[in-house]
């Protein structure tokens, strides 16, 4: 079954304990990308990535770090979480660049973070 | 600003009647318009997505349209049914960004 996965999918933690989230994809897409979610201001990307070794910032990078090693594999990684960084987080995946394409995005089941 | 606005905010229509969800957007250029459905704790699903030359685009009971003249969008949903109660979000494109709109929380109930 095609899908995006991650891991965990709800998570409490405390402020400045490093953590990270996994994202993983089955469809050989080459677009990745994190977003996370609020009460009231939608979706934001927070990075992407349109291929292998190649990511970039989205609207709202502060405090986050990625890394595209292999093509399925995306993690978010949060060297030192904040309060304001709990929020409900989803990976994506489309088969080519978002942007520019007409490919359908696939988004995870979602991850929901708690930082204390 | 490139912004994405959406009305109404929230909707509740009776089981088995139409409704239509709008999204105005400033976004220039534009590369592409998205509707996705969100139920509630699960991620988006794509259900739609048009170009700046396409009018019309339908997908089962979704029926979306764009005029790309006046930056607005709709997307139309015919005989509802229970399981359409969700959130409606309306994206677009530029081609060095995603804008996603606050999206459209709709209620059908029997």
């Known amino acids: 079954e095609a899908q995006v996965t991650q891991n965990p999918r709800y998570l409490i933690t405390v402020t400045g304990k490093k953590l990270t989230v996994t994202c993983s994809q089955n469809m050989n897409h080459e677009y990745m990308s994190w977003y996370r979610q609020d009460p009231g201001l939608g979706l934001r990307q927070i990075y992407y990535?349109?291929?292998?070794?190649?990511?970039d910032k989205g609207d709202v990078p502060e405090g986050y770090k990625v890394s595209r090693k292999e093509k399925r594999n995306f993690p978010l990684i949060l060297e030192s979480p904040s309060p304001n960084q709990t929020s409900l987080y989803f990976c994506?995946?489309?088969?080519?660049?978002?942007?520019?394409?007409?490919?359908?995005?696939?988004f995870g089941p979602g991850t929901r973070l708690t930082v204390l | 600003k490139n912004q994405v606005e959406q009305s109404p905010q929230s909707l509740i229509i009776l089981e088995g009647k139409n409704c239509t969800l709008q999204?105005?957007?400033?976004?220039?250029?534009?590369?592409?318009l998205r509707w996705y459905k969100q139920d509630t704790g699960r991620g988006p699903v794509s259900l739609t997505i048009?170009?700046?030359?396409?009018n019309t685009k339908s997908n089962g009971r979704y029926t979306a349209t764009l005029d790309a003249d006046t930056k607005q969008s709709s997307l139309h949903i015919t005989a509802s049914q229970l399981s359409d109660s969700a959130s409606y979000i309306c994206?677009?494109?530029?081609?060095?960004?995603?804008?996603f709109g606050p999206g459209t929380s709709l209620s059908v109930i029997p």
């Open positions: 990535s349109m291929n292998v070794e190649v990511t």
């Open positions: 994506a995946s489309s088969l080519s660049s978002g942007e520019v394409s007409t490919d359908t995005q696939y």
């Open positions: 994206v677009v494109l530029r081609y060095d960004k995603v804008i």
């Open positions: 999204c105005n957007y400033t976004v220039s250029p534009f590369s592409n």
């Open positions: 048009m170009t700046f030359s396409e």
